[in-house]
């Protein structure tokens, strides 16, 4: 029997494969290091299975114990429980698991109080400790820096290794055309990879059952097969660029030293040159500068020449005029309702106007990695992965805009109250805790995979254009391969 | 002429002449000089941060002083504003400058809040609140520093210098004729060793002399050393793994990949481990379950029971009889009775922080890059403990302020000018060297013992050096 597909032979397709699975499974470091990265994959993601079960039970127990202590917090002015303040804790998706991405390092929780648009707290790297930003033991890292090198030790003599012992010449002076070996060794490789990787998303795959949660997990198996497809992509761009390498490689030992040595460029260096370019090309503002600018602005309008006390004369005057009276204590409505819900709006358009400046920049330092990812691929897997998992900027970002529409509804609602019932007393209103129990509890919906796809397509289509472009140049190489 | 200096003399030439040499050195040279001038970058900009921040401070405090003198002229009535002159709202910026050779290693100070504002409304829980402004992705990268280079680059510089050490020319045949000359096989290797080491440590040495040229005082002169001293035993330690590994009887591609094995197991694998088993056995308790424990302190008891308690701490305390002033007073105590309950679940939180990071700091030692890194960091003033200090010193400057004021807030004491002007600054107090030496000594000597230890087993190793090719290539 010998199929052929196109000029390829199937039968002897096959028998490559076969002769290269049976070289990897006698080869005692590869299996070694095989069953080594299967259990790392295992335990990664048992791992943040159980910190993402974890911190989540913390969640619902922490947003209960906030709801219940706002709501008896006992009679008291509005604006005092305006600045009693509720918290808005940021849930983990369930393929944090995954990929925990940037979790460690935006903030958990975001105080909602008065006067004061904040951004989350608390950011778990800081109480870590500083081997943190050496590595965190999850399944995405293992993808992006692991098994790559253990796709180079599998591929890397593939063709060069041949070629110095000799069985090159052989195999193509028996008739097996060059394209046929490189089939069959793909083949191989696919087959070696998918023994390894498939057993891993089986497992992730029942973890993901098994979370526990109220969140909307329909869309978690689009999300899941975009990071097969992406994976996927990027380890075979690694395959594709080994098996290049070998081709025109005169010797085994300078195709592993240029694979390592790419390698280690793209993985560990270049990710860190992106945020050096990324941060010359496109600088945040220091602490200092930012907040004093925020302040002034609060101080003076935005056009800085609105200082607020002029504000608050002018609606003062206003009202006075519109309710015929001469005094703010003769008004029907609580004057310091009216002005703590001005400066509340003036603080709205500040706040807005600076954040999302900060956020404008942050997004033009992202279009500089997504440049460098032409040149390493691993930073568009990284971006793509994170984006999927919902655990980078753009899910945090989110979080942070819905927990601040959250404030102002509070807020809102607070001064409402003041304004309409505190007339004549305004601080010394007191208000019952009715008032609480109808301040709605934040619900939070994260981003569709439909707005992460529409952000990060163009890593999709980097890494598409990575695989087909290793893999053209490994097929012409093939076709006159250097036989010694 | 020495043999050792002729074998050096020897193997500079030959390394000269190979392009790949020239390559790699474009590479180190390039990597070094650029984190050198990044450190010092980033040195100036915090510097420049600090600076703008006291700045900031200095013309809030001239503001005050001069609302003071107003008030105490008379051109500021009480009867205008009942809550003139009370220390409701005034502070005191609080920063923490930059390590003293933090151009050299940045760390993660990068990440560390390190300034705030404190008054009378700070409380416990969010005391530092001014958390740097870089981009996530940023700050979970890190920077390229000097200590990035030597940490993780260096090394492979070595490692690509000299994986063939002996197995190009034992692969060739050449090897028994070159130790036939006679040249003991241990000072042809060392030697080797002496001259790539030199190179790779020669451009770390310059790069980190510039950037403390440029950005550090010629004070700090004895961690600059010390930290260079660091860097030669470190770079020892790889040198001393690097002989071992060459001179057994590998070929020049085992060598490499056992070499670069032993890189990512000590680099990436072991501090991800490290990570997991810290993770199990004393996570850093969550920011959530705290924040759920500071709020059931804060409710704990009513703003009545609150008052209620103050009184009997104080019993000639009287609230005033109405207005703006009584308000302000009772939200004041009630806020204090609070930061006073939360406190202790502060302490208990922090408490168990420090358990993860003792469990952290014993199991570094799996991997020599992690102790390396902190040994830099805690040199440079990057460290944790240095970012826990100040956190240390922005707690006792609250409790010194509150000491300061509240009681006065409380009794509706207007401030003068000469209480003003005696009120308490923030200062943060450098760590003497001395500890510093204290903390770094052990994981020094470890670094050193290590280095030894695979010095001495490549040298006995290398006395069965064999002179054929290995089998199997």
């Known amino acids: 029997m010998n199929s052929r597909l196109g000029k390829l032979s199937m039968f002897a397709v096959l028998r490559v494969c076969r002769k290269e699975l049976v070289a990897i499974t006698r080869d005692g470091r590869l299996k070694t290091l095989a069953l080594l990265l299967f259990s790392l994959l295992c335990a990664a993601l048992l791992s943040g299975w159980q910190t993402r079960r974890d911190l989540d039970a913390e969640r619902r127990a922490a947003e209960h114990v906030d709801a219940e202590s706002y709501r008896s917090q006992g009679a008291r002015n509005p604006h005092d429980a305006a600045h009693f303040g509720q918290t808005a804790f940021k849930p983990l998706g369930p393929l944090a698991l995954f990929d925990p991405g940037l979790v460690s390092y935006v903030g958990s929780a975001v105080w909602l109080e008065a006067h004061r648009m904040n951004l989350a707290e608390y950011r778990p790297a800081e109480d870590a400790g500083e081997n943190h930003r050496f590595g965190s033991l999850c399944a995405a890292w293992l993808l992006q820096w692991i098994a790559p090198p253990f796709v180079i030790l599998l591929a890397y003599h593939a063709f060069a290794g041949e070629r110095e012992r000799g069985t090159l010449r052989l195999l193509l002076g028996l008739g097996v055309s060059p394209r046929e070996l490189l089939a069959g060794k793909l083949l191989a490789l696919t087959v070696t990879l998918g023994a390894l990787l498939i057993p891993a998303m089986g497992l992730a795959s029942l973890l993901l059952f098994l979370q526990e949660g109220t969140e909307d997990l329909s869309d978690i198996p689009a999300r899941s097969l975009v990071l097969c497809v992406g994976y996927g992509l990027y380890l075979c761009t690694v395959a594709g660029i080994a098996i290049a390498v070998s081709l025109q490689s005169a010797s085994a030992r300078s195709a592993l030293i240029a694979l390592l040595g790419y390698w280690l460029i793209t993985t560990l260096v270049l990710p860190r040159v992106a945020t050096e370019l990324a941060e010359l090309a496109f600088p945040t503002p220091g602490n200092a500068e930012f907040h004093a600018a925020l302040e002034r602005d609060l101080r003076e309008g935005l056009n800085g020449h609105d200082p607020f006390e002029a504000s608050a004369r002018a609606l003062e005057a206003r009202l006075l005029e519109r309710y015929g009276v001469r005094r703010t204590e003769d008004l029907p409505v609580s004057f310091a309702g009216v002005l703590l819900q001005a400066g509340e709006e003036r603080g709205y358009r500040v706040f807005e106007n600076h954040y999302r400046a900060l956020w404008a920049r942050y997004d033009a330092q992202e279009r500089i990695h997504r440049v460098l990812s032409l040149v390493s691929p691993m930073i568009a897997i990284r971006s793509l992965s994170m984006a999927v998992a919902g655990t980078d900027r753009f899910h945090h970002e989110h979080f942070v805009l819905a927990a601040e529409a959250h404030r102002r509804r509070i807020v809102g609602m607070l001064n409402r109250y003041l304004i309409e019932h505190g007339a004549g007393q305004d601080f010394n209103y007191i208000a019952g805790e009715a008032l609480w129990a109808e301040i709605p509890r934040f619900e939070y919906r994260p981003p569709s995979l439909r707005q992460v796809l529409a952000r990060h397509y163009p890593e999709l289509l980097i890494l598409f254009a990575w695989a087909a472009s290793v893999w053209w140049l490994a097929w012409r190489y093939s076709r006159s391969p250097r036989p010694m | ?473």
């Not at chain 2, 008379?74 to 709202?89: C, F, H, K, S």
């Not at chain 2, 961690?223 to 690097?242: D, F, H, K, P, Q």
């Not at chain 2, 040994?375 to 707690?395: K, P, Y």
């Open chain 2, 1 to 473: 002429m020495q043999p050792s200096m002729r074998f050096m003399r020897c193997e500079w030439r030959l390394l000269r002449a190979q392009p790949s040499f020239w390559l790699l050195t474009g590479l180190l040279a390039t990597a070094s000089l650029y984190a050198g001038i990044s450190g010092v970058a980033w040195h100036r900009t915090r510097s420049a941060e600090v600076a703008m921040t006291l700045q900031q401070a200095a013309h809030e405090q001239a503001a005050d002083r001069a609302y003071l003198t107003d008030f105490t002229e008379g051109r500021i009535r009480l009867d205008e504003d009942p809550l003139a002159a009370l220390p409701t709202a005034i502070g005191r910026r609080v920063v923490l400058p930059p390590g003293p050779l933090s151009a050299l290693a940045i760390g993660q100070s990068d990440l560390y809040p390190y300034r705030t504002y404190i008054d009378n409304w700070s409380r416990a829980e969010r005391l530092i609140r001014d958390y740097p402004l870089g981009h996530p992705l940023s700050l979970a990268t890190g920077r390229i520093d000097l200590g990035f280079v030597l940490v993780y680059l260096l090394p492979l510089c070595l490692i690509a210098l000299t994986y063939d050490l002996l197995a190009a020319e034992r692969e060739s045949g050449a090897l028994g004729l070159l130790l036939s000359q006679p040249v003991p096989v241990r000072g042809l290797v060392l030697a080797r060793m002496a001259v790539r080491g030199a190179w790779v440590l020669g451009w770390l040495a310059l790069a980190s002399g510039v950037a403390f040229f440029l950005a550090c005082r010629a004070g700090d002169l004895v961690r600059w050393l010390l930290w260079l001293t660091t860097a030669v035993v470190y770079l020892g330690l790889w040198s001393g793994i690097c002989t071992l590994v060459v001179s057994g009887n590998r070929g020049s591609e085992a060598s490499a990949l056992t070499l670069v094995g032993i890189w990512v197991v000590w680099l990436l694998l072991m501090p991800a481990f490290i990570d997991v088993v810290v993770r199990f056995i004393s996570p850093v308790p969550s920011r959530t379950e705290y924040l759920s424990a500071v709020r059931a302190a804060e409710v704990a008891r009513s703003e009545d029971e609150a008052l209620s308690d103050y009184r009997r701490e104080r019993p000639g305390f009287r609230l005033p009889e109405g207005g703006e002033l009584r308000n302000w007073i009772r939200a004041f105590v009630v806020h204090m009775k609070a930061d006073r309950r939360i406190t202790p679940v502060h302490a208990s939180y922090e408490k168990r922080i420090e358990q993860g990071l003792a469990l952290s700091a014993c199991l570094r030692f799996f991997s020599p890059g992690l102790v390396a890194q902190g040994v830099l960091t805690d040199l440079a003033g990057s460290s944790l403990a240095r970012q826990r200090a100040f956190t240390g010193s922005v707690r006792d400057f609250k409790r010194a302020w509150d000491g300061h004021l509240a009681d006065k807030l409380v009794r509706a004491e207007r401030l003068t000018l000469a209480a003003y002007d005696g009120l308490p600054g923030f200062h943060f107090r450098e760590e003497p060297i001395g500890a510093v030496l204290a903390r770094i000594r052990v994981p020094m000597a470890f670094l050193f013992a290590a280095a030894a230890a695979l010095f001495l087993g490549a040298i006995r190793r290398l006395a069965r050096c064999p002179l054929d090719r290995p089998e199997g290539g």
